[in-house]
């Protein structure tokens, strides 16, 4: 597991290119057979990756987390971004087709991932967050989401937020996560953009062909800067920055939220004449 730290907005000014992916980006999540994780400082968010193509693959725990399993003061919130697969949960398997969410509360044991075809693997996605409470664990569909359609074909951001892991949807302690749709022909989201000081957010683009790319945004409103990124790669926004995208094509991307609260109209609106 790979560990980031926590970054003063100040520090951001001097950064070089490298030296911001380094810090931020997350790439290489789905190597076969191997659970890849990055632990950030950033209020104590796990973002991970599995793809289970020759066996399953558990979850175990790591030294960081100083507990006797993964998710003895944990929750975890796992999206499946490829063929059909399934989570085993303490004996109980819950099948996840591509853009099905697992929500799964504190307490809970034995995890396993494994893929129903090795010629055409799952790929799980997944944010953890600490927790102080324990809440069902339960399986989402596209369909079961909170919708909320947003944008303008003027302004090529035409996009539909779909909230799976939400307070109107279902219960968990801290952790917040959704998937946003582009429609075709528009490449911008979240902007106008906004920062949420009680809340950090952990942006994951995936179904951009393999010739597009993703230029994120983040930073404060008036010393911003971007990552390039490509498919299947995350980006940690510290609670402090801007985060917003705008890509070569349209594309679908996860988000997910920890911090002080739940409410997710809870955010400081930028205007675009702030923005540098």
């Not at 730290?5 to 290489?28: A, E, K, N, W």
């Not at 920055?241 to 094509?249: A, K, Y």
């Amino acid at each position: 597991m790979d560990t980031r730290y926590s970054i003063h907005p100040d520090q951001l000014r001097s950064m070089d290119t490298d030296t911001m992916r380094r810090h931020f980006l997350v790439q290489g999540l789905f190597e076969t057979d191997l659970l890849k994780m990055v632990y950030s400082h950033v209020d104590r968010i796990i973002v991970g990756g599995v793809c289970p193509v020759q066996k399953n693959v558990a979850l175990g725990v790591m030294k960081e987390l100083g507990v006797d399993y993964f998710l003895e003061r944990r929750e975890m919130g796992i999206f499946n971004v490829g063929s059909k697969g399934a989570v085993v949960i303490d004996g109980k398997e819950y099948e996840l087709d591509k853009k099905d969410c697992l929500y799964i509360g504190m307490g809970s044991k034995e995890i396993s991932f494994r893929s129903a075809s090795p010629d055409e693997p799952a790929r799980f996605y997944f944010n953890s967050a600490p927790a102080h409470a324990s809440y069902p664990t339960i399986k989402l569909s596209k369909k079961d989401a909170q919708k909320v359609h947003l944008g303008d074909p003027d302004k090529v951001n035409v996009r539909t937020i779909n909230q799976f892991i939400h307070p109107s949807v279902m219960k968990s302690c801290q952790l917040v996560m959704g998937m946003t749709e582009l429609a075709l022909n528009s490449v911008w989201n979240t902007m106008p953009t906004h920062t949420h000081d009680r809340r950090m957010e952990v942006y994951f683009y995936f179904d951009l062909p393999q010739d597009a790319l993703a230029f994120h945004f983040f930073g404060e409103p008036g010393e911003t800067r971007h990552i390039v990124m490509r498919n299947e790669e995350a980006v940690i926004s510290p609670s402090w920055s801007i985060h917003s995208g705008v890509g070569t094509s349209n594309y679908t991307f996860i988000w997910g939220m920890v911090g002080e609260n739940q409410t997710f109209t809870d955010m400081d609106n930028v205007p675009m004449l702030e923005l540098k």
